[in-house]
């Protein structure tokens, strides 16, 4: 089991930043990729920015340039920098987390969401 916490959400001006951090815990020692997805109102959730073990990172296409994802594999924290917010990054933003075992194969998990709020 990893258990995903995640915090920073608020509300922001357009063009402001914010960043949200996320702590796993549990058999953190399994996760594979790490990831922010959000999902607005009346939309379907979608993906923002992933990264894996090795640090390797993707993104949607509307964040690029403006969003950075990171992560502290001793500190098993995952972050993401949110600059130059536009209203249309207004979400519910969830971290996810997939992590393998032997015994309980592969699996995500998912944090509770924290709420991103970006007035124009």
């Known amino acids: 089991q990893v258990r995903l916490v995640e915090s920073g959400g608020g509300l922001v001006q357009a063009g402001g930043s914010l960043k949200l951090s996320c702590e796993a815990s549990?058999?953190?020692?399994?996760?594979?990729?790490m990831g922010w997805h959000r999902q607005a109102p009346g939309a379907q959730r979608e993906m923002v920015a992933t990264?894996?073990?090795?640090?390797?990172?993707t993104y949607v296409d509307s964040v690029k340039g403006r969003f950075t994802i990171s992560r502290d594999n001793y500190k098993n924290t995952l972050s993401l920098q949110m600059n130059s917010l536009k209203p249309e990054d207004t979400a519910v933003y969830y971290c996810n987390a997939e992590h393998q075992t032997p015994w309980n194969g592969s699996r995500s998990s998912w944090g509770q969401g924290t709420l991103v709020t970006v007035s124009s």
């Open positions: 549990g058999e953190t020692f399994a996760i594979t990729v």
């Open positions: 990264i894996d073990n090795g640090g390797s990172t």
